[in-house]
């Protein structure tokens, strides 16, 4: 399996679709991570920002890296492994993660210049970790073997992103990514960032386990 999340991330390399998130990273790290603070409070809650803003380049870049792989080479590899659907899931969740690094070195390094504790820093790398894995699963499940036209994966990509986002600030937040949970802590000071991230982990990983369970059982549907 780790030969084939190699073969995927090559390929995805090779066809210079990983410019098109990089360049959007960079242009969020140059326009407004850049900008220095020397205020603990504000560096916490860059640290809660960074997956708030990144959320839905994770899901997109996920997307894209599935639908690179042609669908005859996808279909032999499916043939040489039971495990190619979670190969691609890492894949795409290792190049979210190199993305999330890109951005979030700024930040990280406001934190500890700033004097952030450390269980608040801890937080805000879980708090990366694990909203870049809730986007990959979330894009994954938008990618061209589990729907086919570009034209509608785009719309649910899009839809899905929305959503997660929009219900998150509704009475039924509990069934979307808990993003205004993590903001309000994080801007709150790192002292509430660290309070809360428990409780947001696990919000996350539940999440992220149903989005996950669903495009597995999906993807032995359709090979």
């Known amino acids: 399996m780790i030969a084939l999340v190699r073969f995927q991330i090559s390929g995805y390399l090779r066809s210079f679709r990983v410019l098109q998130p990089l360049i959007v990273v960079l242009l969020l790290v140059s326009l407004v991570l850049l900008q220095g603070t020397d205020d603990a409070g504000l560096a916490a809650g860059a640290l809660g920002d960074v997956p708030a803003f990144l959320f ?34 890492l894949a795409a969740y290792t190049v979210n993660l190199a993305l999330g690094a890109v951005a979030a070195a700024v930040p990280l390094g406001q934190a500890i210049a700033t004097g952030v504790s450390g269980p608040a820093i801890a937080s805000g790398v879980g708090l990366l970790l694990l909203v870049a894995l809730a986007g990959t699963v979330l894009g994954a499940l938008t990618s061209r073997v589990l729907i086919p036209d570009p034209g509608i994966s785009l ?48 919000h996350l990983a539940a999440w992220t386990a149903v989005l996950a369970a669903l495009y597995l059982t999906l993807r032995r549907t359709r090979t």
């Open 56 to 89: 839905a380049i994770w899901a997109w870049t996920a997307r894209a890296l599935l639908d690179t792989q042609p669908d005859d080479q996808r279909a032999l590899s499916a043939l040489t492994t039971r495990r190619h659907a979670a190969a691609g899931l």
């Open 155 to 202: 719309i649910t990509l899009i839809t899905g992103v929305a959503a997660a986002l929009l219900l998150s600030m509704s009475p039924l937040r509990w069934i979307a990514v808990p993003m205004v949970d993590w903001l309000r802590a994080a801007h709150d000071g790192p002292a509430e960032l660290a309070a809360a991230f428990p409780g947001v982990a696990l």
